[in-house]
C-alpha cells in the first residue's frame, strides 16, 4: 500500500494494526495474482482509454466546424478553452484512475498523443471551417487556426500537469 494512503488512512481514524491488516491483504492478493492479470488488464484499459480519448478529440473538432462558423473570435476562443478543459478532465480522471499499474512511460506517452492529435484535429477543422465560411461568406471573422488548436491543447493539458506536477503523483512509480 502506498504511504500516501497510509496517511490517508490514519487521518480517517484507521489503527496501526487495520492499516497493516489491509496492507496484507491487498499485498497477499498480488502474490494470488500469478498471471499478472491486473497489470495485463490495466494495460488494456489505458489503451482503449487512449483510443477513445484519439477518438473524441476528433469527434469534438467535427462538433466545433458549425461553431466556429457561428461565434465571433472572443466566443469561439472561450468555447474552445472550455470544451479542452472538460475533456481534458474527463482524460485525467481515466488515465490517474488506472495509474497503479501504468508506467511513467505511459503517462508521458499519453500526455504526448493525445495533445498532438488534438492539434491537427483542430487546426484541420478551422482550416476547413474557414473555406466553408469562404464558399457561403457566413461571417467576416475568420478563427487562427494556430490559436484556437493552442487554446484547447493548453485547456486540455491543465488538469493532467496539474495532477502530474502539483499533486507530484509521477513519483509514485
Known amino acids: 500500500m502506498k504511504k500516501e494512503s497510509k496517511t490517508r488512512l490514519m487521518k480517517k481514524g484507521w489503527s496501526k ?29 489505458f489503451w482503449t482509454v487512449l483510443l477513445v480519448m484519439v477518438i473524441g478529440n476528433t469527434l469534438v473538432s467535427f462538433i466545433l466546424i458549425p461553431l466556429l462558423l457561428v461565434f465571433n473570435r472572443l466566443a469561439m476562443n472561450a468555447f474552445v478553452v472550455v470544451i ?15 495509474e497503479e499499474h501504468i508506467t511513467r512511460k505511459h503517462h508521458l506517452l499519453a500526455a504526448t498523443i493525445i495533445p498532438i492529435l488534438a492539434i491537427f484535429n483542430l487546426y484541420a477543422m478551422v482550416k476547413i471551417s474557414n473555406a466553408i465560411n469562404n464558399v457561403f461568406t457566413l461571417t467576416e471573422v475568420r478563427g487562427d487556426p494556430l490559436t484556437v488548436s493552442a487554446l484547447y491543447v493548453i485547456a486540455f493539458l491543465t488538469p493532467y500537469l496539474f495532477t502530474l506536477f502539483y499533486k507530484k503523483k509521477i513519483k509514485t512509480y
Open 17 to 45: 494494526e487495520d492499516i497493516e491488516k489491509a496492507d496484507e491483504i491487498i499485498n497477499e492478493r498480488k502474490l494470488q495474482d500469478k498471471s499478472r492479470s491486473t497489470v495485463h488488464a490495466n494495460r488494456i484499459l
Open 84 to 98: 479542452g478543459f472538460s475533456i481534458g478532465l474527463l482524460f485525467n480522471f481515466l488515465v490517474w484512475d488506472i
